[in-house]
């Protein structure tokens, strides 16, 4: 017998049900994880546009470069790269990111190391994006949130504020990032956003600040390894440490053919490793089939020879820096790290880890195919910068009075065999001081660059070794690791004291009991970033990454600086907001010249001097962005306007 009370029971959780499935799903859509899908819906909210993704991470057996390699990776909605997110500028985000890995006990690596949590926990970081006023959602693990355990999701909401260009999200635990990664785009109005093409090809001209294109694509840098991400870390924090492994591969959004020898055979240009696999007891699944049984080859970017291009190029790299050419093509660059310049042609681009461009390609009488390739750069005496990272830009022009559709990005088996040939010896500091912002930059700020700034900071990076063994990087003689609470929580719930900034390092700015650098809202700040290398080994760059600020590039020297003589150098004419710079490998000693002093002594070898306004509270991640150097400790937490964020808890 069914009572009143049972019958309302029943109807208030059939309504629940109702709601969830409805409601929900229409803010959130449901992800084909064939597909690879992540649609993003629009609504209103608050007078807001409302932008709704979702990200779900899994593991899976592929084989991007053909090599036959078929040991788990990390996927997005089974993807690689990921989904382009895309929004406007002013656009409400939520992107719910599900942790789909495998709920086993996840491996602890040291924990003298800045991993971000175990193996199997995840972070999303929108790479670029200041997070002003959501602090929570810069993704960075013990610093702004808990990693997301196995099973487990998060939701990230933020607004994009005063930003447009290129950015991408990616993973920010352990060495994930090798492939969980995705454009993340902001359009600076609707007049900027791509429009679907109509029936006879045309399309309304896109608009970004000064420059006019027709049509946008996409190029992601990625580097792809042989051997899991968790391998990889147990190699570079164990104590057996014998240098980073170059990664097997360079994919182009998200393809190459390697050029060494396969791994397992391959039949016909085709892997067969289904039967290899299921002979081990490890059945595939329909997805893992689908993505080790097909050798997509090379990318193929597909333009009309008379349409102008934006091509927005991310440095989704996580440890050698890449220089790109095209060949018989001069690059036009108008946009770096979500800053428009004028437009600065240049032969090739460097791109750093976390780096981002776009450039132009105007009408020309161009047809047929020409190569993309890449070689690593800024590489120590001896070394090899060969790439495999190769690709297509396809012209096809229209024929008859309509112009023709086109499918924006193909595959090839061949790349064309006339190359860009790079030059042999690395340019330092590349053409960045020839660059300059596209429109007068109006701001305060920008009028009291050559003004004192509130205090100069050193950070000085040198490598060392734990009592283990373990070759770590240390800044100001303090390796970072992740601390065992996350900071922005402790903030909140008040346990944990406010900075006392009478008792910070004068010169460095590190607060020994804290952990961090704490620093006050409105402060200018200067860094002078200052490398070093040990005797016997060659410098490194170091390609830095600031969050919740950009900030702009001031001057750089060879060798050691020296405050007296260096405070007032300026060698960037025009600066720029940009929130990724390579520190350079710039001395006048060779490893000749030092190899014979104690191993312990920090041989400078360059610096750069950068400057930021500390207007946005938060706990904010400032590292290498060379993964690898930073899950080793180059890396440090600034403590912005603590008092603020204890406030709004």
Not at 96 to 120: D, E, Y
């Amino acid at each position: 017998m069914l009572l009143l009370k049972d019958y309302n029971i029943i109807l208030f959780i059939t309504t629940l049900i109702y709601v969830v499935n409805n409601v929900y799903a229409s803010r959130i859509p449901v992800v084909d994880p064939l597909l690879g899908q992540a649609l993003g819906g629009r609504h209103q909210h608050k007078n807001k546009n409302v932008r709704r993704f979702e990200l779900d991470i899994t593991q899976a057996r592929y084989d991007p470069d053909c090599s036959g390699y078929t040991g788990s990776k990390l996927l997005i909605n089974g993807q690689l790269p990921g989904p382009p997110i895309e929004v406007t500028q002013g656009d409400h985000v939520e992107i719910l990111v599900r942790n789909n890995l495998p709920q086993v006990n996840g491996i602890k690596f040291s924990a003298f190391s800045a991993m971000g949590g175990l193996s199997n926990d995840i972070t999303i970081h929108i790479h670029g994006i200041r997070q002003i006023g959501s602090n929570e959602a810069d993704g960075v693990p013990f610093l702004t949130q808990d990693p997301i355990p196995a099973g487990d999701s998060f939701l990230y909401e933020f607004q994009v504020t005063e930003q447009a260009g290129t950015y991408f999200y990616h993973a920010h635990v352990g060495l994930d990032a090798e492939s969980v990664f995705g454009a993340f785009i902001v359009y600076e109005s609707e007049k900027a956003r791509p429009k679907p093409i109509s029936n006879n090809g045309k399309s309304s001209p896109l608009v970004a600040g000064p420059y006019r294109y027709h049509e946008e694509r996409t190029i992601m840098l990625s580097e792809w390894w042989h051997k899991t991400a968790d391998e990889v870390c147990a190699e570079i924090l164990g104590p057996n440490f014998a240098g980073v492994p170059e990664a097997d591969s360079i994919l182009i959004n998200g393809r190459t053919v390697y050029q060494g020898s396969a791994p397992t055979t391959a039949i016909d240009g085709n892997l067969d490793v289904t039967t290899l696999l299921n002979k081990a007891n490890n059945p595939l699944s329909l997805l893992e089939k689908r993505l080790l049984n097909t050798c997509e080859g090379y990318t193929t970017i597909n333009l009309d020879p008379a349409k102008t291009y934006r091509v927005r190029v991310i440095g989704s790299n996580v440890f050698q820096t890449l220089n790109l050419a095209i060949a018989g093509h001069e690059l036009t660059v108008m946009e770096v790290d979500g800053t428009l310049i004028k437009p600065r042609k240049v032969p090739y681009l460097e791109v750093a880890p976390g780096q981002r461009f776009s450039i132009l390609i105007e009408p020309s009488n161009r047809q047929g195919d020409f190569a993309i390739n890449t070689i690593h750069a800024l590489l120590g005496p001896g070394e090899d910068p060969s790439s495999n990272g190769l690709a297509v830009l396809r012209y096809t022009a229209s024929t008859g009075n309509s112009p023709r559709i086109q499918e924006q990005e193909t595959t090839t088996s061949q790349v064309p065999t006339e190359r860009f040939e790079f030059p042999q010896e690395n340019r330092l500091y590349w053409f960045w001081d020839d660059m300059e912002p596209a429109e007068e930059d109006e701001s305060d700020f920008y009028a009291e660059l050559d003004e004192e700034p509130s205090r100069t900071l050193f950070v000085k990076m040198q490598s060392g070794t734990l009592s283990g063994g373990e070759f770590r990087w240390f800044i100001n003689n303090v390796t970072f690791m992740d601390p065992s609470k996350t900071i922005l929580t402790s903030i909140r719930e008040g346990k944990r004291p406010l900075p006392d900034y009478d008792l910070v390092n004068p010169i460095t700015g590190y607060d020994e009991k804290l952990g961090t650098y704490p620093i006050k809202k409105g402060e200018i700040i200067d860094f002078v970033l200052q490398n070093t290398r040990a005797p016997d080994q060659p410098c490194r760059s170091h390609p830095w990454h600031m969050h919740g600020h950009s900030f702009y590039s001031l001057a750089h020297g060879a060798d050691l600086y020296d405050h007296e003589d260096d405070m007032d150098v300026r060698t960037v004419s025009n600066p720029f907001l940009r929130d990724v710079l390579t520190l350079y490998p710039a001395e006048s000693r060779t490893v000749e010249e030092t190899s014979g002093l104690p191993a312990t002594e920090a041989i400078p070898c360059g610096w750069t001097k950068i400057r930021f306004l500390a207007d946005n509270p938060g706990i904010w991640a400032m590292h290498c962005h060379n993964t690898p150097h930073m899950i080793m400790g180059m890396m440090l937490a600034l403590e912005l306007g603590a008092e603020e964020l204890r406030s709004t808890r």
